[in-house]
């Protein structure tokens, strides 16, 4: 019999293979809100989070120099101190806004004591995207919740 042992950092290492479109330079960003000490940057760029300045729904949305194939959307979020369902909406479009397809619609269920974290990897095969926009309702149940965004890649 062969075995071997799994260290615990590698089984739970970020999947983020050397694909990844590089935002920096393919796209600008637009958001509905930012808390200064969490910029957005720090979400698409580094992997330390974004926070919104102000509560309820907000709006990350990347607007594409030149139209991108997009294969992969990895997204990750973090909320370890208050229970709440959030909502994001996953959207693009081909004709610079004008009109939007969806891409996926989710809830997850944050608690303290449980799931504190969700991560997400859609596969998909989307060709022109010129905007991509993540739509995120941090408490269906409480405008007062601040939404936030440990990562977001795409490839």
Do not use: C
């Not at 739970?12 to 940057?41: K, Y």
């Not at 974004?50 to 594409?64: E, H, K, M, S």
Request: charged residues 25%.
């Amino acid at each position: 019999m062969r075995k071997r042992l799994i260290s615990e950092r590698a089984a739970t290492a970020s999947p983020l293979p050397a694909d990844w479109l590089n935002l920096e330079e393919l796209a600008e960003v637009e958001i509905s809100s930012e808390d200064a000490a969490h910029p957005i940057e720090a979400a698409l760029l580094s992997g330390s989070g974004w926070r919104a300045a102000q509560p309820g729904r907000q709006t990350i949305r990347l607007l594409f120099t030149r139209p991108q194939r997009v294969r992969r959307i990895f997204l990750a979020f973090v909320e370890p101190a208050v229970q709440r369902t959030q909502e994001y909406l996953l959207r693009w479009s081909g004709d610079g806004g004008k009109s939007f397809r969806e891409i996926v619609r989710q809830q997850w269920n944050f608690s303290p004591q449980g799931a504190s974290s969700q991560t997400e990897q859609h596969e998909v095969d989307l060709s022109g995207v010129g905007v991509l926009e993540l739509i995120i309702t941090p408490d269906i149940g409480n405008r007062q919740a601040f939404a936030s965004l440990a990562r977001l890649r795409l490839a």
